[in-house]
């Protein structure tokens, strides 16, 4: 199976990051991040059945383990049904996110529904507001 452009990308950077911890990226663990990343799995369950499919010695264990550090990365939310984050992951090609350029060369992709909340952090940090919300953005 051809996997696309952005899915390629996802499966770098959640790779980077999980050698960024220490993680060893086995072939078994690649194969999760591809089952993950190509389906819409509902349950860890779900993940191993496929998984399964292209290498029987993937035990249940290994997927939840897999799941667990995806989940402590940031990379997926079980509340999200096992799909891979917006934020996390998605560069660029994600409607209703904006991208943020750091200077290590990573491109952070926040989605524009937490970006009131973001922003309102920093202000808050910052002293330029206490506990009002943030209702509007306008760049001039």
């Known amino acids: 199976m051809a996997i696309s452009t952005s899915t390629r ?3 770098d950077i959640i790779v980077q990051k999980l050698k960024e911890k220490g993680c060893r990226m086995t072939k078994q663990r690649k194969i999760l991040i591809d089952v993950i990343l190509e389906n819409e799995c509902c349950c860890c369950k779900e993940i191993h059945f496929k998984a399964s499919k292209r290498d029987p010695k993937i035990g249940s264990a ?3 383990r897999m799941v667990n550090m995806l989940e402590e990365i940031g990379a997926i939310d079980r509340r999200n049904m096992y799909r891979v984050n917006c934020d996390s992951c998605e560069i660029g090609e994600e409607a209703g996110c904006v991208n943020v350029k750091l200077d290590d060369q990573r ?3 926040l ?16 002293g330029y507001m206490d506990s009002q919300r943030v209702v509007g953005l306008e760049i001039s």
């Open 107 to 109: 491109t952070i992709a």
């Open 111 to 126: 989605p524009l529904e937490r970006l009131d909340e973001i922003l309102a952090a920093g202000l808050r940090m910052y």
């Open 62 to 64: 290994t997927v939840y």
């Open 9 to 11: 990308m996802q499966k």
